[in-house]
């Protein structure tokens, strides 16, 4: 079988509270779900405006909050619990 973390990381997306009741807890990349719904509005309201039909890609920066299910190449686990925000 295959041993989590020592083998594989699991990561999850944005449901914090359930990464924390597993077993390993799970590490999770966490989204700016506010910042994501106001970059949208306004980028609809700007092609409303502007009378454009032409999209355009949007990067909204998201987070990993590292647990105990990551583990780093070679076997040594990360440090739990550690926010790590992608600049």
Known sequence: ???IPEMLSIIGFDNEILANV???R??????PLQKIGYTAADLVLRRIQEKSSAGNDTLVQGR?????????P?????????YRQNK
Request: aromatic share 0%; proline share 7%.
């Open 1 to 3: 079988g295959i041993k």
């Open 74 to 82: 070679g076997g040594t686990i990360t440090a739990p619990s550690v």
């Open 26 to 31: 799970l590490s999770v990349v966490l989204q």
């Open 64 to 72: 990993l909050h590292i647990l105990e299910a990551m583990v780093k």
């Open 22 to 24: 597993t077993q390993p």
